[in-house]
């Protein structure tokens, strides 16, 4: 099943269709969350839909899964370039190159990363006639910042380092955060002026755990303290009170909302944003005291409307992803059957968007995790599970193998837990030649049923086909374990002997003998007897020691290994 999403996955990026191509691949990662192939792909997706967060955290996991595959670098360098981080591209097309030196992708990749970071680097100056340039200028921003009482605290906080940061890399973007109290005080600092506004608690209430409050920060006295630059109006005045006051009421519901009285926690963040409407946490904090309550739509309303407000105000996107994260939750509370699930997901995927939180991102997977068991209890039927297996084995009969797949599948869709269906499905595949799916469904029958001697036949059959020979030895005498009188099994394990005694007998043809070689290297295990120092020991001395060898011959662990590579012709014996 992950083979055919991620086919599908192909053949829609292919078409250009790259948002149905993540879907796919999305599916398939589902089936098989350990295969980094699929990743790689989606990150491919995600990079042409310009997802680059979403691409590098996808490129980063096809690292973490196979960190020796060089395409995994290339994945990630792209990532990075998107992100406009070429410092971390260029880390990874490196890293990449340590693995492939002659590979022309990540080459070509690691210089188009270094002339993106040379062109940033030249235009990176500052226009001269911003008078804000020499305050964010170097290190000495920071130890002012830290000298400060007052902003010393706001160093702790890691959305306002990087508010900071993004300042320093360029001034002008001063112009997005004022709004932010912190960022006003800080350049108050760094200019020598002081700005007063509100202070008091601006941490948000957990969503489900009792909400945590801080000490307000609080400004040091000074003898002489400077003159304000400008007097503020009446209006001025009065918005500076509103917002205090709107700050005591967001304290007060907080404290509330600890003890667990709900109706009251209401009532003070609702009066909250009566006196100040631009501030889009009195609404989520509202919200999350409805969600609490059970009142699942007063919530979903709350959530609306603090993503909608947040974007006029161009609220930070931490904000808006808590308000969809928040509205996600109250939809998974009300969903009923799978398709309610829908909405929930499609909000958790929107919250990623804004900010890529480790929590949404495990409300999205249980959520969809939750919508794929409700979908199988939904559609679960034995009796149409039987008919639909036994219209398969009809077709099989006829020789009809790919409509004989179509019905074994609805079939196990129908019923996942029929091992006789993952049999029959198998026999098809093998027929079909698609051995690695023929593979995995014989081990999926064993798996659901291991005294079923059919499963052992299928995953021998697939074995033989793909020549793993020993492998497939292995599995018929496993069979037999269960069934002795079993021709099939029989039989098999007679084809695997004459098999392997080819290749101890040195009967096979190079090419054969090559083929077989080159298979063999790929076997763990092979590679791990191989890479045994003791091993290549006595290898060695089969060569040139035969009395040595005679005394190796008496150690059965030693023979099982040597027969292993006999069977996997590695060794021939002569």
């Known amino acids: 099943m992950a083979e055919e999403a991620k086919a599908k996955g192909n053949a829609a990026f292919s078409a250009g269709d790259y948002e149905a191509a993540v879907r796919h691949f999305s599916d398939a990662i589902a089936l098989a969350p350990s295969n980094h192939v699929l990743y790689s792909n989606r990150s491919a997706a995600y990079a042409s839909l310009n997802n680059f967060a979403e691409a590098l955290a996808d490129a980063k996991k096809t690292v973490e899964l196979k960190p020796d595959w060089p395409k995994g670098y290339s994945r990630l360098g792209a990532a990075y370039v998107g992100s406009h981080n070429y410092g ?27 002339a993106a970071a040379a062109k940033s680097f030249r235009s990176r100056a500052p226009p001269t006639d911003n008078p804000f340039n020499s305050a964010f200028a170097g290190p000495e921003m920071w130890a002012k910042l830290t000298a400060d009482p007052t902003t010393r605290s706001y160093l702790q906080q890691p959305d306002f380092i990087t508010m900071m940061q993004e300042i320093q890399k360029n001034p002008n973007n001063l112009n997005l955060y004022l709004k932010d109290q912190r960022v006003m005080q800080a350049l108050g600092v760094l200019l020598n002026v ?125 904000m808006i992803a808590r308000a969809l994260t928040r509205k996600g939750t109250a939809l998974v509370k ?29 409300r999205l997977n249980e959520a969809e995790k939750a919508k794929k068991e409700l979908e199988q209890q939904e559609i679960f039927d034995p009796t149409i599970a039987d008919e639909e297996r036994e219209k398969g084995n009809e077709y099989f009969k006829q020789q009809k193998y790919p409509e004989a797949v179509k019905h074994y599948t609805e079939s196990l869709r129908r019923n996942p837990k029929d091992p006789k269906a993952y049999s029959n499905r198998a026999a098809c595949y093998t027929k079909l030649g698609a051995l690695p799916e023929a593979l995995k469904d014989a081990e999926k029958c064993i798996e659901l049923d ?99 060898a005679q005394e190796h011959m008496k150690n059965p662990m030693v023979m099982n290994k040597i027969q292993k590579l006999i069977n996997a012709g590695i060794v021939q014996m002569k």
């Open 88 to 114: 971390d591209a260029i880390s990874a097309y490196k890293k990449g190159l340590e693995i492939d030196p002659h590979n022309e992708a990540l080459k070509s990749g690691l210089k188009d990363a270094e």
């Open 194 to 318: 002081k700005f007063k506004g509100p202070t008091g608690d601006d941490m948000e209430i957990p969503e489900e755990e009792s909400p945590k409050k801080s000490e307000p920060a609080k400004e040091e006295k000074k003898p002489e303290p400077e003159p304000e630059p400008m007097e503020l109006t009446e209006d001025g005045k009065e918005k500076k009170d509103r917002k205090a006051q709107a700050l005591k009421e967001k304290e007060e519901g907080n404290a509330a909302y600890k003890k667990k009285d709900f109706e009251k926690a209401i009532a003070h963040y609702t009066k909250a944003l009566e006196l100040d409407d631009e501030d889009i946490s009195y609404l989520t904090n509202r919200a999350a005291v409805y969600l609490e309550m059970g009142q699942y739509e007063e919530c979903i309303k709350d959530c609306d409307k603090a993503v909608e407000r947040g974007r006029e105000l161009r609220s930070d996107f931490k």
């Open 334 to 362: 009300m969903a009923k059957c799978s398709k309610d699930f829908e909405p929930a997901i499609e909000t958790f995927q929107k919250a990623l968007t804004e900010h890529r939180n480790p929590d949404t991102l495990k």
């Open 450 to 548: 291991p005294t079923f001697s059919k499963g052992y036949t299928r995953k021998g059959a697939a074995q033989f086909f793909m020549k793993e020979y020993d492998k497939a030895l292995e599995t018929y005498q496993e069979g037999l374990k269960l069934d002795p009188e079993n021709q099939e099994l029989l039989d098999g394990m007679r084809r695997c002997v004459q098999q392997i005694s080819k290749a101890g007998r040195g009967e096979l043809s190079p090419e054969e003998l090559k083929e077989r070689q080159a298979k063999a290297m790929q076997d763990p295990e092979i590679q791990n007897i191989l890479s045994d120092p003791v091993m290549r020991q006595v290898l060695v001395d089969f060569q040139e020691n035969p009395k040595a």
